[in-house]
């Protein structure tokens, strides 16, 4: 669940195991991938949306306003703040709640991916974290599960998915 007063990445459980420095590089990493910019573009979608729905309100308001008019009804002041309701912040919590929601989902998969690809091929233990050794054949990460020796370039990952930077 995600709280407006703590950190971002602790609505995120699987960087819970992590300290507050490498989930903040884990996060700006997930949004400067392509799926990050995704993320965005959607997000600004959702508030072009909103712009919409607000043209459309003010549309709509002048109208209802008539019809309270017409219908004789005495009292506007409270039927004007429930139609200024009703047409204004309803679809501005919801755009925004759902805005937030699409993000974050997809901020996740991005992070499980990151995280999820930075295992040993033999026993699937997770290499993030772990110390880099560089030899004439190219940069490798022992795994300290199954002592398995890998350079990073067979298993398709780099340096910074390991150590993010």
């Known amino acids: 669940m995600r709280l407006v007063s703590q950190n971002i990445w602790r609505a995120f459980p699987e960087l819970d195991q992590f300290d507050d420095d490498i989930?903040?590089?884990?996060?700006?990493?997930?949004?400067?991938?392509?799926?990050?910019h995704r993320a965005r573009r959607m997000l600004l979608g959702w508030c072009l949306l909103l712009l919409l729905v607000y043209v459309g309100s003010m549309f709509a308001l002048p109208k209802a306003l008539l019809l309270?008019?017409?219908?004789?009804?005495?009292?506007?002041?409270?039927?004007?703040?429930w139609i200024f309701m009703t047409l204004f912040l309803g679809p501005l919590f919801v755009v925004l709640v759902v805005g937030l929601r699409i993000s974050d989902r997809l901020t996740r998969s991005v992070l499980l991916k990151q995280l999820n690809n930075v295992v040993c091929i033999r026993c699937e233990y997770s290499l993030i974290g772990l110390e880099i050794h560089e030899i004439e054949s190219g940069i490798k990460v022992v795994c300290p599960e199954c002592g398995e020796s890998m350079l990073l370039v067979d298993i398709g990952i780099s340096e910074t998915d390991i150590n993010p930077v």
């Open 68 to 81: 309270v008019e017409s219908a004789g009804i005495d009292d506007q002041s409270s039927i004007f703040t």
């Open 23 to 36: 989930c903040l590089r884990y996060l700006q990493r997930a949004r400067q991938s392509r799926a990050g």
